[in-house]
């Protein structure tokens, strides 16, 4: 009767190896892959990006590994280092590498002579100025101008490409405004 029980004992261990272990253990392998290179989840804390995203905003972004395929107006995040401070923002895109932005006194934006059309802004600056883009780097402005420390108010207004972490594509809370960018 005690092999019995032991070979019962066994055939239920290996049953819950299969059934529960594995599975779970594949998952989070599946889970960390896709963090590692694929996505990852980003809140956003400020009001900077307002209305397009608000504070407590949670969004799944894709990680870029090929900066020709960053367009302008896109919604990027990237590493932001200056005056000791390291963190990650999330900015819109509107100056590509060799481009010029001008901003003019009633913040209207001009890239390379031409104005942008940018519905999504809200709170304009008056701030103005012009940036000449050099290769391999980029421009950001925040949607809430007037509530965004952005390219305009940095010591360099310029981000490498390889501080740039990935593109914003859905929001995933709250879940009233779930959906794609």
Do not use: C
Request: charged share 30%; proline share 4%; no cysteine.
């Amino acid at each position: 009767m005690n092999n019995e029980i032991k070979g019962e004992d066994t055939s239920t261990s290996l049953s819950f190896f299969k059934d529960w272990v594995i599975p779970i253990a594949v998952a989070l392998l599946i889970a960390v892959i896709i963090h590692k290179f694929l996505i990852f989840k980003v809140y956003i804390p400020s009001e900077s990006m307002y209305p397009t995203l608000t504070k407590g905003d949670h969004l799944f972004v894709k990680k870029v590994y090929n900066y020709d395929k960053i367009k302008r107006q896109d919604i990027i995040v990237f590493n932001f280092k200056e005056d000791g401070k390291d963190e990650l923002l999330i900015k819109r895109v509107i100056g590509l590498p060799g481009d010029t932005v001008k901003i003019d006194n009633q913040g209207k934006v001009f890239v390379n002579g031409e104005e942008l059309n940018e519905p999504y802004i809200k709170n304009q600056s008056n701030l103005s100025g012009e940036f000449k883009v050099p290769e391999g780097r980029y421009f950001f402005l925040g949607d809430n101008r007037s509530n965004s420390k952005d390219s305009r108010f940095w010591k360099d207004p310029f981000i490498e490409k390889n501080e740039i972490k990935g593109k914003a594509f859905v929001r995933v809370y709250p879940f009233n405004r779930i959906g794609l960018f």
